[in-house]
């Protein structure tokens, strides 16, 4: 079992930066890939990022490559979302997912937190 928690939203104006983190509890969160993902209001869940147990690996969803940056502290549970140049359409809630599989794919994560809202501002 693995408990994640959201931090780190909030309100921000085109442009700026806000730095989501994501705590995990469990002895086991470096065996488990970790992935962010976003909701806005009335449109499906989307993929933003993920990152291999080890952290070697890393992905992008395109929009966001060069924009975000996903980090992970396997000493301290914890992978965090850099977010920089945001745009008023990166407003969404943002959920931190751990899985046994490094994926985009969000049928295969299998831990959820409770997600963070951000709001980004025109």
């Known amino acids: 079992q693995v408990q994640l928690v959201e931090s780190g939203g909030g309100l921000v104006q085109a442009g700026g930066s806000l730095r989501l983190s994501c705590a995990a509890s469990?002895?086991?969160?470096?065996?488990?890939?970790m992935g962010w993902f976003r909701q806005a209001p009335g449109k499906e869940r989307e993929f933003v990022a993920a990152?291999?147990?080890?952290?070697?690996?890393?992905v992008y969803a395109p929009s966001m490559k060069g924009r975000f940056t996903i980090s992970r502290d396997n000493a301290k549970n914890t992978v965090s979302l850099q977010m920089n140049s945001l745009k008023p359409e990166d407003t969404a809630v943002y959920s931190c997912?751990?899985?046994?599989?490094?994926?985009?794919?969000?049928?295969?994560?299998?831990?959820w937190g409770q997600g963070t809202q951000v709001t980004v501002s025109s």
């Open positions: 469990g002895r086991t969160f470096s065996s488990y890939a």
């Open positions: 997912a751990a899985s046994i599989s490094f994926s985009t794919d969000d049928d295969r994560y299998d831990y």
């Open positions: 990152i291999s147990p080890s952290g070697a690996r890393t």
